[in-house]
C-alpha cells in the first residue's frame, strides 16, 4: 500500500509537467506568432520545458499561479531578449486557455452541484 502512495507521489508531477509541457509548447510557438518573433523550435521546446518545471513547483505555493505566471513572463522576457509587453503577449494564449478551463471548472462544478440536490 505504502508503495503505491509512494509511487504516485513521483507519478503525478511527472504527468503535471509533460501535460504543462504540451500546452507551453503550443502556447509559446502562438505567443510568438503572435508576437512577430522568429525562432527555432527548438528554442520553443527548451522554454517551455523551463516554464513547464517552474509552473509545476510554483503552483504548490500560495499564490503559486500568479507567481507562476509572473515568472513565466520573464522567463519569455530573458530568454527572447524582449520586453515586457511582448512576454505577456507571448503568454496571452496561454492564460486565455486558463480562463476558459477556469470557467468550464466552475460550470461543472455548478452543475455538480445542482445535481446533488436531486
Known amino acids: 500500500?505504502?508503495?503505491?502512495?509512494?509511487?504516485?507521489?513521483?507519478?503525478?508531477?511527472?504527468?503535471?509537467?509533460?501535460?504543462?509541457?504540451?500546452?507551453?509548447?503550443?502556447?509559446?510557438?502562438?505567443?510568438?506568432?503572435l508576437a512577430k518573433i522568429e525562432s527555432e523550435f527548438k528554442e520553443i521546446l527548451k522554454v517551455s520545458l523551463y516554464k513547464a518545471i517552474l509552473t509545476t513547483v510554483l503552483k504548490l505555493l500560495p499564490f503559486g499561479s500568479i507567481i507562476a505566471l509572473l515568472t513565466s513572463i520573464f522567463v519569455n522576457k530573458t530568454y527572447f531578449n524582449t520586453d515586457w509587453n511582448k512576454g505577456i503577449l507571448i503568454e496571452l494564449p496561454l492564460i486565455i486557455l486558463q480562463i476558459i478551463i477556469l470557467i468550464f471548472g466552475t460550470l461543472l462544478g455548478i452543475l455538480w452541484l445542482f445535481a446533488s440536490f436531486t
Open 1 to 33: 500500500m505504502f508503495t503505491k502512495i509512494f509511487a504516485l507521489g513521483f507519478i503525478v508531477p511527472i504527468i503535471a509537467i509533460i501535460v504543462i509541457f504540451i500546452l507551453e509548447v503550443i502556447s509559446t510557438y502562438i505567443g510568438l506568432k
